[in-house]
């Protein structure tokens, strides 16, 4: 059985773990979630009585997958019989794939697009159908009776013309869209129950993390596993209900009950209540935004550092770039506080970018990087992404464990592909890439050199495959589109080698991001702007003192140190109205900080 020294869990931690049954976790900010999810995975997989049985873990993000495996390998544990990862590419693996036949949509075979392809399909339909739609206007999301379309109401018939028209160019070309892989996940587990069956024999365990970004039809393909059971397998369900701020994706906090209703589990409700990260006059501020009855307390290094909490609403928008220059000057030079531990956080992309520019030319001898100043998209299912993780990264020993695994994706990828990988081992690969080299300084046209030379010297025609065409189109247009977008956006370096190598490289610069962004992550100084009614919270949710809350509640707890909330006054809010303060921040009575 997998043990551990004394002092790598606290009790409640422990207690959690060694729950035989199934655990209905709730864990506040900091309080080692991730680590206790670590922990339970490696003893679950050393409690395993055969080798056909396997523990699988749900993430909500493929980093996250990556950064838990990483792990619990490091613990020492065989990961063999672990599977881990998104939703999505658990449905695509476990279902999809090896059941497609039974679907009368897939029988005759199926690909997935990426995020570019829906894009680009949504830009040619909204240009079809008029009436002044734009690609976000798109939005929606399945559930087990239907969809949901997320734009304003108004707009929703018009919307759902055109959903109609692309779903049926979807289904006439049989591809496979990132929405649809869980709705025809959840038809077949529905409608042929002996896959529930199957898979609810094969599992002796499943954990969902960040259970309040799930949606309600994830809940539904993984309840019918568990169900189908017979309480064979257990269920380990960690999140934080009061950190749900994708509603507008179709994310929610199930309660215990509902889902042990629809799982036939019965859970043990058990909580993590005392936060390492971050001093205890933050947690005393983010417990403002708390929407839970349970107190929360800070625990670790930083417990009794003496935190600088600021917030300004009279800063005018003509000056913003200014103050947070100052801000962030204040706690890099001024308090020693490492680039790489400052956050700047706004609550949209479009504002977000127009800031970046400009802190970009107003500090210059810092690096930025962020989700936004990507090169090209995380797109986990693209043949050329696995490859271009192994490609931009350094053959060092610090890295052979990650960059072997990648390697072992690229193989099994090459054979969905068609491509014989007999003579191909995950050494071998590597040890091809490694002596690799390229003068070009261009990012993509640097990856694309070293995609020739990798194939040419495994002696594999890369156009011989279908697949791998259609992925590799797919790759270098999106990535190209990213490019021109940021380059005009005047993030100029953005094309550079350099710029595309630091996509997996830990971060080193000032962090840029929107606080859905940012989630899951944590610094020593956050500095928030545009922290204003109808952004936070969005002026298309429903429950807005609720939503307020979430998305406070979230930026603040990303803060082990500092924390400066900004509302900046006359930013314009149509052609005639301004953005006023945060209603639920402009009430918060605390006593904060005047940074000097």
């Not at 304003?152 to 591809?175: F, G, I, N």
Request: proline fraction near 3%; glycine fraction near 6%; charged fraction near 20%.
């Amino acid at each position: 059985m997998f043990v551990w020294n004394a002092n790598a869990l606290n009790a409640d931690q422990v207690n959690a773990i060694e729950q035989p049954g199934s655990v209905f976790l709730t864990a506040c900010p900091g309080s080692g979630k991730t680590h206790t999810l670590t922990y339970k995975i490696a003893r679950e997989l050393s409690l395993l009585t055969s080798d056909k049985q396997r523990v699988v873990a749900i993430t909500y993000t493929h980093r996250a997958a990556d950064e838990i495996q990483e792990r619990i390998e490091q613990l020492g544990v065989d990961t063999g019989q672990l599977w881990i990862g998104t939703i999505h590419s658990f449905c695509l693996e476990w279902i999809l794939r090896p059941y497609a036949v039974y679907h009368p949509e897939l029988k005759h075979g199926f690909r997935v697009i990426n995020a570019h392809d829906t894009e680009r399909a949504h830009e040619l339909l909204c240009t079809q159908h008029g009436g002044g739609l734009r690609t976000f206007d798109c939005g929606h999301y399945f559930t087990s009776t239907g969809y949901v379309i997320s734009c304003p109401h108004w707009k929703q018939a018009s919307v759902d013309a055109l959903l109609q028209q692309y779903w049926a160019d979807l289904r006439s070309s049989r591809q496979v869209d990132f929405e649809m892989i869980l709705s025809y996940a959840y038809e077949l587990v529905r409608d042929v129950p002996s896959i529930s069956v199957l898979l609810g024999s094969i599992f002796a365990i499943v954990l969902v993390d960040e259970y309040q970004d799930t949606k309600e039809i994830q809940y539904a393909i993984l309840g019918a596993i568990l169900k189908a059971s017979m309480g064979k397998a257990r269920a380990f369900v960690v999140g934080d209900p009061n950190q749900a701020i994708y509603g507008s994706l179709g994310g929610y906090a199930i309660t215990p009950a509902e889902f042990s209703a629809l799982s036939g589990v019965s859970f043990t409700e058990m909580d993590l209540s005392v936060n390492y990260r971050s001093s205890d006059r933050i947690v005393s501020y983010f417990e403002n935004f708390n929407q839970l009855t349970s107190k929360i307390s800070a625990g670790g290094k930083y417990k009794n550092f003496a935190s600088a909490i600021s917030y300004d609403h009279s800063t005018h928008r003509d000056m913003l770039v200014a103050e947070v220059v100052r801000l962030i000057r204040h706690n890099i030079d001024t308090l020693g506080i490492p680039p790489s531990e400052v956050c700047i956080v706004g609550p949209q992309w479009l504002p977000l970018a127009a800031m970046t520019r400009q802190l970009v030319a107003a500090l210059p001898d810092y690096s930025f990087s962020g989700p936004g100043m990507v090169p090209f998209a995380r797109d986990i299912d693209n043949f050329w992404y696995k490859l271009a993780r192994i490609i931009l990264t350094e053959a060092s020993p610090q890295l052979y464990i990650r960059r072997s695994r990648w390697a072992g994706e690229v193989i099994a990828a090459l054979d969905l592909a068609g491509i014989n990988t007999t003579a191909i081992t995950r050494k071998s690969l590597l040890r091809v890439s490694n002596g690799i080299s390229s003068t070009e300084t261009d990012g993509l046209a640097y990856l694309l050199e070293c995609f020739d030379a990798l194939f040419s010297a495994l002696g594999i025609d890369r156009t011989s495959s279908p697949m791998l065409v259609e992925h590799y189109e797919a790759f270098v247009e999106g990535s190209q589109r990213r490019i021109d977008r940021l380059v005009a956006d005047g993030a100029t370096a953005i094309a550079d080698v350099s710029m595309f190598r630091k996509v997996f490289d830990e971060k080193t610069g000032i962090t840029v991001s929107t606080i859905h962004g940012v989630k899951g992550a944590e610094f020593e100084a956050v500095i928030a702007f545009g922290l204003l009614e109808g952004m936070v919270p969005h002026f298309n949710e429903d429950d807005k003192v609720a939503a307020a809350n979430r998305l406070l509640y979230v930026i603040c707890s990303r803060a082990k140190k500092n924390l400066h909330l900004i509302s900046e006054a006359g930013r314009r809010r149509g052609q005639h109205n301004v953005y006023h303060p945060t209603d639920i921040l402009l009430a918060c009575n605390f006593g904060y900080d005047q940074v000097p």
